[in-house]
């Protein structure tokens, strides 16, 4: 590509925004162009002038895969190069359907980060090497990689989906939790709308489906 690759940062860890800034405007032919630490940033920081986003998964109650999903419908010439620390098979396969062009964990060194930057800005598909190397197992070893549930909601929001569906109501799972009930109704209400579900009694059953919950004795069902 011509002229400098232009970089947006999306991660909720300050520090990590600046090292990676500081890293990134250091390398020949590449400046930092925006940061955001959640979603609702980086919807105002991520602007066609962008050519790759950098993407943690996890950026505190939104889901960096949910992010990528809708960047990347938006965007659809733009790279987007997961760095997380997260490297269990569901993740990874989850983020590269959702549209990642590459996958890197924050161990990553420099010069792994910028091959992987200039890759991703190439058209490129690329993954680490611990990341490569678990992929490779899996299809050495005849395994399947694991689908992640529901891969629109964080793994906050999935966690109480599972509490859902297991038939606990919102005090029981704000307990379990350590979250206030307001909270834990806010997650219910934002995970109703993300999977397109009217009632909780009908996204009990949507979970299920979907792999979550199970048998629980000490559940209570609430429609609240």
């Known amino acids: 590509m011509t002229g400098p690759i232009r970089v947006a940062i999306v991660d909720d ?3 990590f925004r600046l090292g990676m800034t500081g ?3 250091s390398l020949p032919g590449v400046t930092v162009v925006g940061q ?14 962008v050519d790759v986003v950098l993407m943690d998964l996890h950026l505190g109650d939104d889901s960096g895969i949910e992010l990528t999903r809708e960047i990347v419908r938006e965007h659809p010439g733009l790279g987007v190069l997961v760095i997380t620390m997260s490297d269990d098979d569901e993740a990874v396969v989850a983020a590269m359907r959702c549209g990642a062009r590459g996958y890197l964990l924050k161990t990553a060194g420099p010069d792994e980060v910028e091959r992987a930057i200039r890759a991703v800005a190439n058209g490129e598909m690329i993954l680490g090497p611990q990341v490569a190397a678990r992929a490779m197992s899996t299809l050495v070893s005849g395994r399947t990689a694991v689908r992640l549930p529901f891969p629109e909601l964080s793994a906050r929001e999935r966690e109480v989906l599972d509490l859902v569906a297991r038939g606990h109501d919102n005090a029981a799972i704000a307990r379990r939790l350590v979250l206030s009930p307001k909270t ?9 709308t993300k999977l397109s579900v009217s009632s909780r009694p009908t996204l009990i059953v949507r979970a299920r489906e979907g792999g979550l919950g199970g048998t629980d004795p000490t559940a209570v069902t609430d429609p609240a």
Do not use: F
Not at 184 to 192: D, G, M, S
């Open 13 to 15: 860890h300050p520090v």
């Open 23 to 25: 890293l990134l405007d």
């Open 36 to 49: 955001a630490a959640d979603a609702a940033q980086a919807r105002v920081a991520i602007t066609p002038e």
């Open 184 to 192: 834990v109704r806010n997650h219910v209400t934002t995970i109703l």
